[in-house]
C-alpha cells in the first residue's frame, strides 16, 4: 500500500489556475493505493542470457494526475500489465545488448476510459560496447505508442521513437 500527498508545486499550480478556471479544484487529496506485482527471472548459458517477467496490477484512490490547467483527483483508477525483459551478453566483458516491453493497461473506473498520458505499448533497446580501460558506450532506443492526452480519451498523442548515446569513463574506484 502507499500514499502520496499532493506536492507544494500541485497546490500552487492549482491555486495559480483556479483565478483565471473556477472549475479547478483547489482541495487536493492524498492519493492512496495498493498493489502487488509477481515476477520470475531465468539466468541460462552461463550467465550470458538473462530473462525476465513481471505483472503486476495496482488500485489507487482519489490518483493525483494533471488534466488541462490544472491536477485532480481521480477517484476510483487501476494499472496492470506485464513486462518482459532480456539481457544477451554477446561478446564477453565487450558487448552487450538488453531489450525491454511493457504492457500497460492503465483506466479511470469511474468514466471506463483510458488514463491520460499513459501509453498502452513500450519498449527499449540498448547496445552496450565496453572498451579498454573502461570505457562505456552505450546506444538506446525508446519506443513508446500512441496514448491520450486527456482522460476522455479526445486528444490522442502520437507513439515516438527516441534514440540516445551515452559515454561513460571511470575517473576512480567511486567516479564516473
Known sequence: TGAKRPTPYMIANNLFAHVSDPTVDIDLKPEHSVGGDIGIDQVLFDGRVKLSATGYLSRFSDMLSFAGAGYQNVQNAAMAGIEIAAGFELVPSRWHLDASYTYLDARDL?????????PRNSGAVALTYTGQNGLEATLSATLVGARFNKAKEVEPLPGYARLDLSLAYPLSDHTR
Open 110 to 118: 469511474d468514466l471506463g476510459k483510458a488514463l491520460a498520458r499513459r
